[in-house]
């Protein structure tokens, strides 16, 4: 009995030095102060690429947000490249993706959304699509992924090229009847799931003598943003009654109600009455946003984790880390709240500018100005491996830029489309959005087309320089300015 007791102490106490040694792997933010880049070469890096889905970059304290909701990202920021006008595609997950992989608009790869088509088949990028996974395995890389599901699954056709990948519907060791809301919240993929598993992978393959490319993605921030754990420190004080483990949105922009002098916003959400509609007033809103804040305080706490891994293994000296998004969010601005329905009113600032950290063990902390977009992280990847990119690739390589502050972008370009199914009961036009931008103007066209083959088309033109919150459209004061950007957008894609 007393053998017995022993065994079970010695194994206790292993799974305890376990446990601690995975969240005690020694401070990262340490030795990045204490290292020394040498001189930039192109040589075969380990690259990690993490990417944090629905992440608007104004909500990272690199980037002067008030609220403390990214420590470990800022203290690797401090070392890292950081880039100032990072722009992505579209506002669905699925087509940034794919334009992150290809290095082409989607527009160019033609996979707009994860919809089955009328037909019954889904949208496949096509396997003789370059992307940059089957470049990099030819190249020597080892590749996995661990994802989210939604658009991260191997029918789309990108997911499955990686070597070793995994997409997670739901926490482990969790059981849908005792956790049912957490359960079908986290079927997205979360970093918690995520992260684990990749040092995992990392214990098994960092020393098997191959740069590898791993690539981790969470929909941690995806509304609703109480799920799966609802994290209010950054408004405790909130007394209002909604319940913010739903999903709540609208498909357009929208004019509030007022009510007893006060503005109100009219959601739905989702319930057994697909009529239902709840009202948030501007301090709902609030708390929205506090509550997305506090999804980012809980992803980045699973980053500080891995970049502790990495420190702790030597991995920081030969891994290249870049920190970004598929895209942002809306939560209220011009009065549209997430990015359901056919995209209408989704290409605004908070969606379409990124972030975007690099580390790289050659370089120093700096911060970038020029534009740089989705489609030119996979060249400048392969430049800093000492690659070739293919001719396929339409993103250009922005390493000049980092040296020697050469621009290489005049504008962003992004766009897609929404083509409703025949027997769609709620949505019935197809809807065609056309961005272009730089560091002075913004132009947005967006098209609509009903049945029978009538348009119409919204025009908004922003002066950035004086109005970066998009507010006062300058289509009708400015038609020199509207003809020459309008003129821009029709050669945009191949700019």
């Given at each position: ?144 992924a661990f994802t989210g599901d939604r658009d991260y699954i191997h029918p789309y056709g ?338």
């Open positions: 009995m007393r053998l017995r007791h022993i065994t079970y102490i010695i194994i206790g106490s292993f799974l305890l030095f376990r446990a601690v040694s995975f969240f005690l792997q020694g401070d990262f933010s340490k030795y990045l102060a204490s290292r020394k880049p040498g001189v930039f070469n192109q040589d075969k890096y380990n690259i990690i690429y993490i990417s944090i889905t629905n992440l608007r970059h104004k909500h990272l304290g690199t980037y002067g947000y008030f609220r403390k909701t990214s420590p470990n990202i800022d203290k690797l920021a401090k070392h890292s490249l950081v880039f100032d006008n990072a722009y992505t595609h579209a506002s669905w997950t699925l087509p940034a993706a794919i334009s992150l992989f290809t290095s082409q608009y989607p527009v160019q790869h033609k996979i707009f959304d994860g919809r089955m088509h009328a037909d019954g088949s889904m949208p496949v990028l096509d396997d003789g699509v370059i992307t940059l996974v089957d470049v990099l395995k030819s190249n020597g890389y080892v590749t996995a990108l997911i499955g090229r990686f070597d070793y990948s995994e997409y997670y519907l739901s926490p482990k060791n969790k059981k849908p009847e005792e956790e049912e809301e957490e359960y079908l919240w986290a079927k997205y993929g979360v970093m918690s799931n995520v992260i684990p598993n990749a040092i995992n992978w990392l214990r098994e393959n960092k020393d098997k003598g191959n740069p590898f490319l791993l690539y981790l993605q969470g929909y941690d921030i995806h509304y609703p943003f109480a799920l799966p754990k609802k994290i209010d420190k950054f408004d405790p004080d909130y007394e209002g009654d909604i319940d913010f483990s739903r999903f709540y949105w609208n498909y357009e922009a929208q004019e509030p109600v007022i009510i007893n002098n006060k503005k109100y916003y009219s959601l739905k959400t989702t319930s057994e009455d697909d009529n239902m509609q709840v009202l948030f007033s501007n301090r709902d809103i609030e708390h929205m946003i506090a509550l997305y804040d506090g999804e980012i305080f809980n992803a980045d706490k699973w980053i500080g984790r891995l970049l502790n891994y990495l420190y702790a293994n030597d991995l920081l000296n030969n891994t290249i880390i870049i920190i970004s998004t598929e895209h942002g969010e809306m939560i209220g601005e011009h009065g549209r709240f997430m990015r359901s329905g056919p995209l209408k009113d989704t290409f605004y600032d908070p969606v379409l500018h990124i972030p975007l950290i690099i580390y790289h063990p050659m370089f120093e902390h700096k911060r970038i100005k020029g534009i740089v977009q989705l489609i030119d992280i996979a060249p400048t990847i392969l430049s800093f491996s000492g690659i070739k990119k293919p001719s396929s690739f339409r993103g250009k390589d922005f390493t000049e830029l980092i040296l020697n502050d050469k621009n290489i972008n005049t504008f962003y370009y992004a766009g897609s489309e929404f083509t409703p199914d025949k027997n769609d009961m709620v949505f019935d036009k197809k809807v065609l959005i056309n961005v272009i931008g730089d560091n002075e103007w913004k132009l947005i066209l967006q098209e609509e087309t009903g049945k029978g083959g009538k348009k119409s088309v919204k025009k908004s033109l922003f002066r950035i320089s004086e109005d970066r919150d998009e507010e006062n459209n300058l289509a009708q004061k400015e038609p020199r300015i509207l003809t020459e950007y309008e003129r821009k957008i029709g050669t945009a894609p191949n700019f």
